[in-house]
């Protein structure tokens, strides 16, 4: 009787560009899946993949992904470069082995081996839990790094504010106005001052035919222009709650007496919650309702 095919799916994962760059790329993080599986004599039938994704939470897309196909196809190895790769928290570890074992998939690492004795179950945990606070020790120096960017007036990274472009200064970044967007910020405000909402004024700029990078404007997008103190020359950081303001970063594009003008227009606007549901000053408020 013929042997039943042996088969596999591989799973790679790299937080940060930086690590990619530091000898864990996921595309050689998959060659050598591959390699080991064919050692195995496993054939390979799906390859999943995050990337700058954290292994401190199993919310990854590739990761779900890997676990699913494992779960729903009959698949033999689930093949990964290391622990650390696999998961950065020893608890989530533990629990997402548990289902591969309960569906039948040996969890199986490329630069690790356990072996099968009755201490490997230990020594894996203890690695586990290693895994898990270079992690944490990891993202500390990050928060730590980033607060003194922002201290120093330097952008953190993200989304660039509407408004201005990312300057690379040495190896950090600075943010310096873009001419053609500040005209746009600054006819967003001064319709906002002589009343209009945010909805009206994403109308106004989309039937203008002025873009937002490419895309339409709409009420969200109006929302976090009026809110952006980086208008005032502000960098603005959060470590876990903690506000980090450095003013004079960088060239303003507001005054400050135009800005917070428009917050208290806003302010104003905006119904105030009194019992149920909000009410509000405007007129046919509550009386006009939706006839569906």
């Known amino acids: 009787m013929r042997e039943r095919e042996k088969t596999a799916v591989i799973y790679a994962r790299v937080s940060t560009a930086r690590q990619a760059e530091d000898g864990l790329p996921v595309e050689s993080q998959i060659d050598q899946c591959r390699a080991k599986a064919a050692a195995m004599g496993a054939?390979?039938?799906?390859?999943?993949?995050?990337?700058?994704?954290s292994g401190r939470t199993s919310n990854r897309p590739g990761f779900q992904a890997a676990l699913d196909y494992c779960e729903e196809q009959r698949t033999d190895y689930f093949v990964c470069w290391s622990s650390?790769?696999?998961?950065?928290?020893?608890?989530?570890?533990?629990?997402?082995?548990?289902l591969l074992d309960r569906i039948g998939a040996r969890l199986v690492f490329v630069s690790q081996d356990f072996g099968e004795s009755d201490e490997a179950w230990m020594i894996e945990s203890i690695v586990a839990i290693m895994d898990e606070q270079y992690s944490r020790s990891i993202a500390?120096?990050?928060?730590?790094?980033?607060?003194k960017?922002?201290?120093?007036?330097f952008?953190?990274?993200?989304?660039?504010?509407?408004?201005?472009?990312?300057?690379p200064m040495g190896k950090r970044k600075k943010l310096a106005p873009v001419a053609s967007e500040a005209?746009?910020?600054?006819?967003?405000?001064?319709?906002?001052l002589d009343g209009a909402g945010q909805k009206e004024i994403a109308l106004r700029l989309n039937d203008t035919g002025?873009?937002?990078?490419?895309?339409?404007?709409?009420?969200?997008?109006v929302a976090s222009v009026l809110r952006s103190r980086a208008l005032l020359g502000q960098i603005v950081f959060n470590d876990r709650g903690r506000e980090i303001v450095t003013p004079g970063a960088?060239?303003?594009?507001?005054?400050?007496?135009?800005?917070?003008m428009a917050q208290d227009k806003i302010s104003a606007r905006a119904p105030a919650r009194v019992g149920g549901r909000p009410r509000s000053d405007a007129a046919f408020s509550g009386i006009l309702v939706c006839g569906k």
């Open 43 to 53: 054939r390979v039938r799906e390859v999943f993949r995050d990337d700058g994704i």
């Open 84 to 98: 650390s790769r696999f998961a950065r928290n020893h608890i989530d570890a533990a629990l997402n082995k548990r």
């Open 140 to 147: 500390k120096d990050t928060r730590r790094s980033m607060a």
């Open 149 to 153: 960017n922002a201290t120093d007036g």
């Open 155 to 167: 952008w953190n990274g993200g989304n660039v504010p509407f408004g201005y472009q990312a300057v």
């Open 183 to 192: 005209l746009v910020v600054k006819t967003v405000f001064r319709w906002c």
């Open 210 to 221: 002025v873009g937002r990078r490419g895309r339409r404007w709409n009420k969200a997008a």
């Open 250 to 260: 960088h060239e303003a594009i507001l005054t400050d007496e135009v800005f917070h």
